[in-house]
């Protein structure tokens, strides 16, 4: 037993609450986005053409609005949804995760790394009647690596970390790391040089950045930051223009401004409330945590710098990663590379929020922590040292490092 996941936490989540300090009129903009976020587009609103799911919160539902993958994937219901004559992908199960697909190569051999949507919106009863377009082919999966969506909770911490405060802390003990095989690198802007830090690769600058794609790529909605269509077949396109976009006559925000605000004023997921004898064993747990080398990418705290928004402005932020690029060898390469990130290399994962997730890594395809630390020891990545330490761990000490994880 002392080497066996403990599992999700037990009891009602608290996640997914406002950051504490907000103003009111922060909060106000947090419940407006937080609506947003939750609603269900359909062709009017600009679902589509192409789309992987019909709403942001339909994916980011675990443990509450704005998390990762819930356990029953959704992207069943929406397959067929009003009609449509979409068929499941088999890379997709009822039982979960949510995922999306992106095709490593193109037919002549090219680099693509795309998202490659899942469905259309042809056969739906609100489509236009002369749309006919077909789904990608999926039966090559070797030319397929997927992603799972990244919980939200927190980012606006995350976004005020300054670049010198993340490059010092990658610089800490780094004749140890040397020593252990651990490298690490940042994620760059390719315009400012300054550090990216969303998504799987940190591929994405910004709250708004990562927003407007998603909303474009997964939904399909045409917004402010994104206002062209991925699949502009007329006889698909009848909406016109721009989606979502602020009305500037109105004075109304567009998705996009709300999103951002709503992940923006997202509170971290809060650590499990626990009896004296379960502190002690996290206690212990946290000890082996550091002492087993994960501290080493797993950063337990950085800090924000100054903001205009006094909630995020110099905080503690307990996110338990680096934000950095790190080679995680052959098992787990997806042979992308987005930006700086090569196709075995990923952004340390935070583990905040580890004891309500479901799916673990990119592509969701463990549940187990255990075997999920395993996966990290394979040719070529950096953590190979690491997984050797823990696994020459007493049972005990496994134990309580379990306990502990679970317990963020």
Same mark, same amino acid.
């Given at each position: 037993m002392a080497q066996i996941d403990p599992g999700l936490r037990k009891g009602p989540s608290t996640t997914g609450s406002p950051l504490s300090g907000l103003t009111a009129a922060e909060l106000a903009f947090f419940e407006k986005g937080k609506d947003a976020f939750n609603e269900v587009d359909d062709v009017s609103k600009g679902l589509g053409p192409r789309f992987n799911l019909d709403g942001c919160g339909g994916c980011h539902s675990q443990p509450s609005l704005g998390g990762t993958s819930p356990q029953l994937n959704p992207q069943f219901a929406v397959a067929t949804r009003m009609g449509a004559l979409n068929r499941m992908p088999r890379f997709l199960q009822m039982d979960g995760p949510a995922r999306v697909a992106r095709r490593k190569r193109n037919l002549d051999g090219s680099a693509d790394g795309g998202v490659h949507n899942l469905f259309v919106i042809t056969g739906r009863t609100d489509a236009p009647a002369g749309c006919k377009i077909q789904q990608p082919d999926f039966s090559n999966l070797n030319n397929f690596s997927f992603r799972i969506p990244t919980p939200t909770f927190g980012l606006?911490? %995350?976004?005020? %970390?300054?670049?010198?405060?993340?490059?010092?802390?990658?610089?800490?003990?780094?004749? %140890?790391?040397?020593?252990?095989? %651990?490298?690490?690198?940042?994620?760059?802007?390719?315009?400012?040089?300054?550090?990216?830090?969303?998504? #799987?690769?940190?591929?994405?600058?910004?709250i708004g950045i990562f927003a407007g794609e998603a909303y474009n790529v997964e939904v399909g909605v045409t917004n402010d930051l994104f206002p062209q269509d991925r699949e502009e077949d007329p006889a698909c396109n009848q909406t016109g223009g721009v989606e979502s976009a602020s009305d500037l006559e109105k004075g109304e925000h567009g998705d996009i401004e709300l999103f951002t605000l709503f992940m923006r004023f997202l509170a971290?997921?809060?650590?499990? +409330?626990?009896?004296?004898? /379960?502190? +002690?064993?996290?206690?212990?747990?946290?000890?082996?945590?550091?002492?087993?080398?994960?501290?080493?990418?797993?950063?337990?705290?950085?800090?924000?710098?100054?903001?205009?928004?006094?909630?995020?402005?110099?905080?503690?932020?307990?996110?338990?990663?680096?934000?950095?690029?790190?080679?995680?060898? /052959?098992?787990?390469?997806?042979?992308?590379? /987005?930006?700086?990130? /090569?196709?075995?290399?990923?952004?340390?994962?935070?583990? #905040?929020?580890?004891?309500e997730r479901i799916f673990f890594l990119h592509d969701g395809r463990s549940k187990d922590l255990v075997e999920t630390i395993r996966m990290h020891d394979s040719p070529g990545s950096e953590a190979r040292s690491v997984i050797r330490v823990f696994e020459g761990l007493s049972p005990d000490q496994k134990r309580d490092l379990l306990v502990f994880l679970r317990s963020l």
């Open positions: 606006g911490l %995350i976004e005020m %970390i300054t670049d010198s405060a993340l490059r010092a802390n990658l610089a800490l003990k780094s004749d %140890i790391k040397r020593m252990m095989g %651990i490298g690490g690198r940042f994620n760059t802007n390719g315009n400012d040089g300054t550090i990216t830090r969303f998504g #799987w690769k940190a591929q994405n600058k910004s971290p997921p809060p650590s499990a +409330q626990q009896s004296a004898q /379960q502190s +002690q064993t996290t206690a212990l747990g946290r000890a082996v945590f550091e002492s087993t080398g994960c501290a080493m990418c797993h950063t337990p705290v950085l800090k924000t710098g100054t903001s205009v928004y006094a909630a995020l402005s110099q905080k503690d932020v307990p996110l338990y990663s680096d934000l950095a690029l790190h080679r995680m060898g /052959q098992g787990l390469a997806d042979g992308i590379s /987005q930006g700086d990130a /090569q196709g075995d290399e990923f952004r340390t994962a935070p583990l #905040w929020g580890l004891g």
